[in-house]
């Protein structure tokens, strides 16, 4: 069962619809015909590589751009709590930030059903969020801080979040390694006929690994459902695009495989392309989207994000693009809410985040016991060095 979240009883001109989002985006389709509908040309036009390509405009109303404004706020703000928590030292170990790219994780998810699948590399916080596959920032912020209560009981990590259920697998530590897992989600898919698409992601860094190409090759020649978005934050842990890679044009990597580049920064551009891309790979097998996104962050935190880039040009894509920005403005524009209706959201997001993490902060860590839990399917009983320490689970 997907988390429930309360998202405001303001709003009044909007409809009951908006009043609680049960579904597994805060990006709810439309369903309320009293909700404003507005159309939106794009700016930014796509790039095509070997196919015709997604909507150049899209519909949207109060209840969708809402619902993506709260839902890219929230990731946003479990982020900055994150950052937060880490230079306090409660956080350990590896830490990776989503923030800029927001609009690339909600705007896909709208696409896809609770069936789909979606895999991802280490900078995965957010997919818990999206995906519903940790239920909220308290599951995040505790497996962050290592407590029992995280969404992977605390083993897991920055890097390793994961749920089987919702059919999120991570969250996986090494470069590129998800993509042949990724290839192989979607290879199930077709070979159980359950009508379902995986959605593999990798950054511009693993686009230069070896092992997403033989993915290609084989998603290519089994013609499987599988989405392959190469989120191109164009630093990769450090290093310009323009100087990592010969060919910056990623959406053409597949060379057989179509591609299309995506403004990454618009939520409602990812959203169409995610779209068409769900009713193409159905049909035809896998396709590339390059999402042109920005990491406002270091690579890690043990990146200062500034010595390969200077803080004039991350200024400038926060003024100019910021993907909460966009959306927030195309909002007031069209009259959809008004600027103290935003207000009152992101105070509701803010107390929400605070809960979060005093949530984690008090939650239990795993107990000794735990280390031993989770190895095997089917319960084992552990065998202690001592008879006396060996227990059943």
Same mark, same amino acid.
């Not at 001109?13 to 985006?25: D, E, H, P, V």
């Not at 015909?33 to 700016?43: G, N, V, W």
């Not at 005093?358 to 202690?384: C, I, N, Q, W």
């Given at each position: 069962? #997907?988390?429930?979240?309360? %998202?405001?009883?303001?709003?009044? &001109?909007? !409809?009951?619809?908006?009043?609680?989002? =049960?579904?597994? &985006?805060y990006a709810k389709k439309p369903t309320s *015909?009293?909700?404003?509908?507005?159309?939106?040309? #794009?700016?930014v036009p796509y790039q095509l590589h070997k196919c015709d390509g997604p909507a150049t405009s899209t519909t949207t109303n109060s209840e969708e751009a809402l619902g993506f404004y709260r839902e890219m706020n929230y990731i946003r703000r479990m982020e900055i709590a994150a950052d937060g928590l880490y230079k306090q030292k409660k956080i350990r170990g590896f830490?990776?930030? +989503?923030? /800029? =790219?927001? @609009?690339?994780?909600s705007g896909l998810e709208y696409a896809l059903t609770p069936e789909d699948h979606v895999i991802t590399a280490y900078r995965d916080h957010a997919f818990m969020v999206t995906r519903r596959a940790g239920g909220t920032a308290k599951e995040v912020l505790s497996e962050l801080m290592g407590k029992k209560t995280g969404c992977s009981k605390g083993k897991g990590g920055s890097m390793h979040m994961y749920n089987a259920k919702t059919h999120f697998y991570g969250g996986n530590g090494i470069v590129g390694?998800?993509?042949? %897992? !990724?290839? /192989?989600?979607?290879?199930?898919?077709? +070979?159980? *006929?359950?009508?379902?698409?995986? %959605?593999? $992601?990798?950054?511009? /860094? @693993?686009?230069?690994?070896?092992?997403?190409?033989? &993915?290609?090759?084989?998603?290519?020649?089994? *013609?499987?459902?599988v989405i392959y978005v190469c989120e191109n934050n164009q630093y990769a842990? !450090?290093?310009?695009?323009?100087? @990592?890679? #010969?060919?910056?044009? $990623? #959406?053409?990597?597949?060379?057989?495989?179509?591609? %299309?580049?995506v403004d990454g920064m618009n939520v409602l551009t990812v959203k169409e392309a995610g *779209? +068409?891309?769900v009713n193409f790979v159905k049909e035809n097998g896998p396709i590339i989207l390059e999402m042109k996104t920005y990491r406002y962050f270091g690579h890690s935190m043990s990146d200062p994000g500034t010595t390969y880039r200077t803080r004039d040009e991350i200024n400038k894509i926060r003024e100019e693009s910021d993907p909460i920005n966009q959306i927030k403005n195309i909002?007031?524009?069209? =009259?959809?809410?008004?600027?103290?209706?935003?207000?009152?959201?992101?105070?509701?997001?803010?107390?929400?985040?605070?809960? @979060?993490?005093?949530?984690?902060?008090? &939650?239990?860590?795993?107990?000794?016991?735990?280390?031993?839990?989770?190895? +095997?399917?089917?319960?084992?009983?552990?065998?202690?060095?001592?008879?006396?320490?060996?227990?059943?689970?």
């Open positions: 069962m #997907f988390a429930t979240r309360r %998202v405001t009883s303001l709003l009044p &001109s909007i !409809g009951n619809t908006f009043q609680l989002f =049960q579904t597994r &985006s *015909k009293t909700s404003k509908s507005i159309q939106i040309d #794009f700016k830490l990776h930030l +989503y923030n /800029g =790219q927001e @609009a690339v994780a390694a998800q993509c042949p %897992v !990724g290839t /192989g989600l979607a290879f199930a898919q077709k +070979y159980l *006929k359950n009508g379902g698409v995986t %959605v593999t $992601y990798y950054g511009d /860094g @693993a686009a230069n690994q070896g092992q997403l190409f033989e &993915s290609y090759n084989m998603a290519a020649l089994w *013609k499987l459902p842990m !450090g290093t310009s695009t323009k100087r @990592a890679s #010969f060919s910056q044009e $990623y #959406f053409k990597r597949g060379d057989f495989i179509p591609g %299309v580049l *779209k +068409y891309a909002i007031l524009e069209h =009259q959809l809410a008004t600027e103290e209706e935003l207000k009152e959201i992101d105070k509701e997001i803010r107390q929400e985040i605070d809960e @979060a993490i005093a949530y984690a902060e008090k &939650s239990p860590e795993p107990s000794t016991e735990d280390l031993f839990m989770d190895v +095997y399917v089917e319960k084992t009983r552990v065998r202690g060095t001592e008879l006396a320490n060996s227990f059943s689970p």
